[in-house]
C-alpha cells in the first residue's frame, strides 16, 4: 500500500520512523479496502502526517490537527511533501473528541496517550473513546488503526524524561481490547533522538536502535513493547 521506502517513513513519521513504519505497514497489509477509499488522520502535527502513506490514488485524504495554529504548520509540511500525496488532500482543523464525518480509515499516531493521560482519565476511557470513533465515524466495513506508544521494561528509568514528565499514557498490548488485528514492535526504540539532537545525528542514532530491536525482535519479542500498533474494525459489512 503505497510508497514503503525509508526516505519517504522518514519523511512522514517525523521520529523513530522506522521502528514505528515496521508494525505500521504490516498491519495496514491486513486491511481489505475498496479500490477508492476516503482516510482520516487525527492530530497530525508540522513533522508527521503519516496519512501520506496510504491515500487512494481515487479518494480522499483529511488531515486534521488541533489546536488552530497547528493548520498553517501541518498544511506547510504536507506541501513539502507532494511527492507522497496520491488522490485529493484536505487539511482541517478538527477536534479528535468532536470528528466528522465518516471514513474508510482512520488513522491515529501517538494521540491516545495524550488524550487520556494519567490522573485525567481511565484504560476504560479509552476503550469507550475507540467505541464511539468506529460506530460514528467509519463507514461499514472501516477500520480504526492507532499507533501508541508501549511502555516498556525501561519505563521506570525513562518516566521523568520527555512526554512521560506530563503523564502520558504509555500502553501495554494487553490495554486494547476487540481488536481485529495487532502489530507490535521494539524495545530501545522507546524516546525520540531526532526531536532532540536534530536531523542529522537523531535519524542515525534511531536507525542504530532500531537495527538492535529488530535482531532482539527475531529471537525474542517483547511482551513490553515499544510500539503498538492496533486496528479495529467496523462489525458493520460493506454493502
Not at 501541518?74 to 488522490?87: D, I, P, T, W
Not at 526504540?189 to 536502535?209: C, H, K, M, Q, Y
Amino acid at each position: 500500500m503505497r510508497n514503503r521506502s525509508r526516505a519517504s517513513l522518514n519523511a512522514v513519521f517525523g521520529w523513530n520512523a522506522q521502528a514505528w513504519g515496521r508494525p505500521f505497514l504490516r498491519a495496514l497489509d491486513s486491511l481489505e479496502l475498496p479500490e477508492s477509499y476516503k482516510v482520516l488522520e487525527v492530530g497530525a502535527g508540522p513533522r508527521s502526517a503519516i496519512s501520506l502513506l496510504i491515500g487512494s490514488p481515487t479518494g480522499i485524504t483529511t488531515i486534521s490537527t488541533y489546536p488552530e495554529h497547528q493548520v498553517p504548520l501541518v498544511n506547510s509540511f504536507v506541501e513539502q511533501h507532494s511527492e507522497l500525496v496520491a488522490g485529493t488532500v484536505e487539511v482541517i482543523l478538527m477536534s479528535a473528541f468532536d470528528l466528522q464525518g465518516k471514513y474508510d480509515i482512520i488513522v491515529m499516531k501517538s494521540v491516545l496517550g495524550g488524550l487520556f493521560r494519567i490522573g485525567n482519565s481511565q484504560a476504560k476511557d479509552v476503550d469507550e473513546f475507540c467505541k464511539k470513533v468506529i460506530q460514528r465515524n467509519l463507514v461499514p466495513g472501516g477500520f480504526l488503526v492507532t499507533l501508541d506508544n508501549g511502555a516498556t521494561s525501561l519505563e521506570n528509568k525513562l518516566h521523568r524524561f520527555g512526554a512521560r514528565r506530563n503523564r502520558w499514557r504509555f500502553f501495554s498490548p494487553e490495554d486494547f481490547h476487540d481488536f481485529y488485528a495487532q502489530e507490535c514492535f521494539g524495545w530501545l526504540s522507546a524516546f525520540s533522538v531526532r526531536t532532540r539532537l536534530g536531523d542529522r545525528i537523531g535519524v542515525p542514532f534511531e536507525s542504530f536502535l532500531y537495527q538492535i530491536d529488530k535482531v532482539r525482535w527475531a529471537i525474542k519479542p517483547s511482551k513490553h513493547p515499544s510500539v503498538i500498533v492496533t486496528i479495529f474494525k467496523s462489525s458493520t459489512p460493506r454493502v
